[in-house]
């Protein structure tokens, strides 16, 4: 059974300190599936675009065969558009508009065939279309859920449903700062935890990911860059990196999800590369790979 996703689907415009883009392409469940799709097939694609989604990056969907039949087209719509700018500290990042368009009035309709797929990732979109999406499956085994301050902050009832209804939580260490109400991340992470997902992984922007099971934290390292052009997309392309890793391993243990994290923090080190999805487009298993190889050499030591 597949993998799907439901998330947004968006035309950038992005300002970095090094340079700018308007229109590209982006969207959390654009970078999802690109990142999942070098692990696993196949991934179903749920989401709304205008008629003004330019042609090529449905191209680069199919490219990496992703499934469109999720994919809803309203005629005479906008897509979603979104314009972010970073600090010379690429952690900091202001929004500088939201434009829903299409996404204002999306209702998630899963085709019927997809409604017993067993890995369910639900991008980075308001908690109540979540619900909306978890209410159409049948008994999904493994369920991975993104979030953002926004809906901690504007949706938190609605979040809470879904987080009891998840196995594993991804949002990053202000996110959960915030969700806990708790300055201390090991503290913020034990309340979450309680909130109901099984797993709980706290992205750290460029200083690595912590992995928080039963009693249980594994630490990841960043991969040491040099050159970051644009972080957008980074955690959308960690969180399909991990859940893509899982569906095609079929392994859900702690070590599993472990890899899962080191193959996560690998397609997000190659996201940030590149403007828009530039980074994640082109790659092969062997760069992957050799990457993931690096990541395991970089917090390798003997223990006397
Ligand atoms: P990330 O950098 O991983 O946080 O993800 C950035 C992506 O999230 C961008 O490509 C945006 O289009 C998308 N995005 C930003 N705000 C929202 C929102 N409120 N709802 C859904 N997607 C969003």
């Not at 959390?28 to 042609?55: C, K, M, N, Q, R």
């Not at 558009?81 to 996404?103: A, C, E, I, P, S």
């Not at 009891?164 to 990053?172: A, C, E, K, T």
């Amino acid at each position: 059974m597949g993998l799907l996703v439901v998330g947004s689907i968006a035309l950038d415009s992005v300002v970095t300190p090094f340079d700018k883009v308007e229109n590209a392409l982006g969207g959390s469940s654009t970078y999802i599936t690109i990142s999942a799709s070098y692990f696993s097939a196949p991934i179903h694609l749920i989401g709304v675009i205008g008629s003004d989604f330019p042609e090529e990056h449905i191209k680069l969907f199919e490219k990496h065969e992703i499934d469109l039949g999720g994919l809803q087209i309203v005629q005479g719509g906008s897509t979603f558009r979104w314009g972010g700018k970073y600090h010379y500290d690429l952690n900091m990042r202001d929004t500088l508009f939201t434009q829903l368009n299409v996404f204002e009035n999306f209702n998630p309709v899963i085709p019927e065939n997809l409604r017993n797929s067993s890995f369910v990732l639900l991008g980075n979109i308001d908690p109540a279309l979540q619900l909306k999406v978890l209410d159409q499956m049948k008994n999904p085994k493994f369920v991975v859920c993104d979030t953002m301050n926004l809906w901690i902050e504007t949706k938190k009832t609605d979040l809470l449903k879904v987080l009891g209804r998840v196995d594993v939580l991804v949002i990053n260490d202000s996110e959960a700062r915030l969700l806990a109400n708790e300055p201390n991340l090991i503290k913020s992470a034990n309340s979450i935890m309680k909130l109901g997902p099984k797993y709980l992984i706290i992205k750290k922007g460029e200083h690595g990911a912590l992995l928080f099971g039963n009693d249980t934290i594994f630490s990841a390292p960043a991969y040491p860059l040099q050159d970051i052009f644009d972080p957008t997309g980074a955690g959308d392309s960690f969180v399909g990196g991990f859940t893509g890793y899982l569906h095609k391993s079929r392994e859900l243990d702690f070590e599993s999800l472990k890899r899962a994290v080191i193959y996560g923090s690998t397609m997000a080190s190659f996201c940030v590369e590149k403007f828009s999805t530039g980074g994640i487009e082109d790659l092969t298993w062997l760069k992957i790979h050799d990457r993931f190889i690096e990541f395991h050499e970089l917090s390798r030591f003997a223990d006397e």
